[in-house]
């Protein structure tokens, strides 16, 4: 009996090793964590269960026969993070580059239908370099069952993939049909091709980091929600994340602790808006004093910055913020802000998370380069998102509410269920000056009169009064009674029935 626990405990430190000491040295040396250490660290301590620590891959080709490590080059199994139940695999870079061989792949599917079937988040930790050159189609076979099983999932549990070394492949096509993708700043990479392909088809000469560095996916591509400095930041982001988020899409948002009273008014709130309408200030200010204790995990932080979006808490329970930034082409509506908003509304929705807007937006960016660029279908797509959400709406118009965009941004019209204004709001097609230049063409030669009809219709339309008498605002509240409004609509919102038709699925513009 005694030997043979010895031998089990043997079997197990050869496993914990993974491809040896001398790769777990290069992965140090390189910067980044083992796939265990990694795990370590993303759950609570001592929770992690493991799975499938003796699977081999079966490939015989190429001399692979001789080459069996168990484990096969990913981690995986289950712990908690604040003792909420998460499910997790890592990929070992030191077990032939954490490339996925067909048993492999069934760690991984195994793992998935877990999640799954538990309806607990899912969190993937990639550092690989896809399917597994010497298995061919079988490794291929293998990305298809995990790619089928993340789309099955999606909208059910939430999943979250972390890229902490250089991946490419199925390891960026997996983590792409995920929830959240976070990267590792300078040690992480993703495409599909890497840098020698490229160069041999293109004749382009590119680094890693050029070609897919967090740099790049969070700026340019969109492809990732974020990037740290380190796999220790990272992990305790995704964490952070975690709290946020329910586990599936039946439980409802997790119900922290607060200790920030609902009703606290903020003085400060009622001198935010500049005199000069055309001048910016800062809505990250506005969020970050309304959520609780300014805890704020914003979504896409460098990406489209004139519009934010991220999860606070009011009352201790999740919500998500979408906003727009006026220090950024003064919050104009563009085709990537569109995009990036309208997919945060729809995880929202999926998950029961109500959503509060704060909108201060002149408009949709006018332009060939935006309407060539499909300006139209993105900026559907955020209007299409809003207008089949189901989750408590609310909206604060703290200043523009221009033209199209004011519809967009969940007004009353297409679902929004309290609706509030600032009294420095200005609810109306355009602004003064450019609907006076239109109305009043024949005059525009005479700046009297322009001035003139200019102050008429700010005097009549730049203001939420006229959107207030038709009851498409609730009520003109004080800024500085913000959270305490928000608070009280979202406690009454909080058990909010819907009906819609039934269908299949929708046809969001794509
Ligand atoms: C088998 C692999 C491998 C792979 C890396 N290795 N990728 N083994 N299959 N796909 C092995 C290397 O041989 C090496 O083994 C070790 O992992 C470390 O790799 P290095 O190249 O030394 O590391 P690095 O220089 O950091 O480069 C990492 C890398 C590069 C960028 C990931 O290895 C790479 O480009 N790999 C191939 C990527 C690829 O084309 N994959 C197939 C994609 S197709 P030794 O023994 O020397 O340490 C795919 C299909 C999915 O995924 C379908 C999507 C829709």
Same mark, same amino acid.
């Given at each position: 009996?005694?030997? @043979? ?25 390189r910067g980044k964590l083992t796939a265990r250490e990694?795990? *370590? ?51 070992? #870079? ?12 069934? +760690? ?39 790619? +089928?099983? %993340? ?6 549990? $939430?999943?979250?993939?972390?890229? @902490? ?9 997996? $983590? ?6 976070? @990267?590792?700043r300078d040690r992480s990479y993703m495409f599909v ?5 490229? +160069? ?6 590119? !680094? ?9 996916? !969070? ?10 400095? %380190?796999?220790? *930041? ?41 005199? %000069? ?7 990250? *200010? ?24 991220? #999860? ?11 906003? %727009?930034?006026?220090? =950024? ?24 998370? $109500? ?8 408009? #949709? ?25 189901? =989750? ?25 269920? =309290?609706?509030?204004?600032?009294? !420095?709001?200005?609810?109306? =097609? ?18 009297? +009169? ?47 029935? !819907? *009906? ?8 969001? $513009?794509?």
């Amino acid at each position: 009996m005694k030997d @043979m626990l010895e031998r089990l405990e043997e079997r197990r430190a050869q496993a914990r090793l993974g491809g040896g000491e001398k790769r777990i040295e290069a992965q140090h040396g390189r910067g980044k964590l083992t796939a265990r250490e990694r795990i *370590e660290l993303l759950l609570d301590k001592g929770s992690f269960e493991e799975f499938d620590m003796f699977v081999e891959h079966r490939s015989t080709d190429f001399g692979m026969d001789k080459a069996k490590i168990p484990g096969d080059g990913v981690v995986t199994g289950w712990g908690t993070v604040n003792g909420r139940t998460v499910f997790v695999f890592a990929k070992d #870079f030191t077990v032939f580059g954490g490339s996925l061989s067909e048993a492999h792949a069934q +760690k991984i599917t195994k793992i998935q239908d877990m999640a799954l079937k538990m309806r607990a988040p899912i969190i993937g930790l990639f550092d690989a370099g896809g399917a597994r050159i010497q298995e061919g189609v079988a490794a291929l076979g293998g990305y298809g069952e995990v790619f +089928k099983r %993340n789309v099955i999932a999606s909208g059910v549990i $939430p999943q979250i993939s972390v890229i @902490m070394g250089p991946c490419a492949g199925g390891d960026v096509y997996s $983590p792409a049909m995920t929830d959240f993708i976070f @990267m590792v700043r300078d040690r992480s990479y993703m495409f599909v091709t890497g840098p020698d392909v490229v +160069k041999t088809v293109t004749n382009e000469t590119v !680094t890693s980091e050029e070609l897919g560095g967090a740099k790049v996916h !969070t700026t340019k591509s969109s492809v990732a929600d974020g990037a740290y400095d %380190n796999d220790v *930041e990272a992990l305790l982001q995704v964490r952070r994340l975690i709290d946020f988020l329910p586990a599936n899409n039946m439980d409802g948002v997790p119900e922290l602790p607060s200790f920030d009273d609902p009703a606290r008014v903020d003085d400060s709130l009622d001198t935010l808006i500049p005199e %000069n309408p055309n001048k910016p200030y800062d809505m990250k *200010e506005l969020i970050l004093k309304v959520v609780d204790e300014a805890d704020f995990f914003e979504i896409q932080e460098s990406y489209a910055k004139n519009i934010i979006t991220g #999860f606070g808490r009011i009352e201790g329970r999740t919500v998500g913020f979408v906003a %727009n930034q006026p220090m =950024v082409l003064a919050g104009v509506l563009d085709s990537d802000a569109s995009r990036k908003a309208a997919r945060f509304v729809r995880f929202c929705d999926a998950f029961n998370i $109500p959503i509060v807007t704060f909108e201060d937006v002149p408009g #949709f960016l006018p332009g060939t380069a935006q309407e060539y660029g499909g300006l139209i279908k993105h900026g559907a797509k955020l209007l299409f998102a809003y207008s089949e959400a189901t =989750v408590p709406l609310v909206t604060v118009i703290t200043r523009k509410a221009f033209g199209g965009a004011y519809d967009v941004m969940a007004s009353k019209h297409i679902g929004g269920d =309290v609706n509030y204004a600032w009294p !420095t709001a200005q609810i109306a =097609v355009m602004g003064a000056k450019g609907a006076v230049e239109i109305i009043f063409r024949q005059d525009i030669g005479d700046q009297e +009169k322009i001035a003139a009809r200019t102050k008429e219709y700010e005097d009549r339309f730049m203001s939420p009064f006229v959107a207030a008498e038709r009851g498409y605002i609730d009520e003109v509240i004080m800024p500085h009674s913000t959270r305490r409004r928000i608070a009280r609509a979202l406690a009454m919102l909080r058990h909010k029935e !819907t *009906e819609r038709p039934w269908k299949k699925h929708d046809n969001i $513009p794509l």
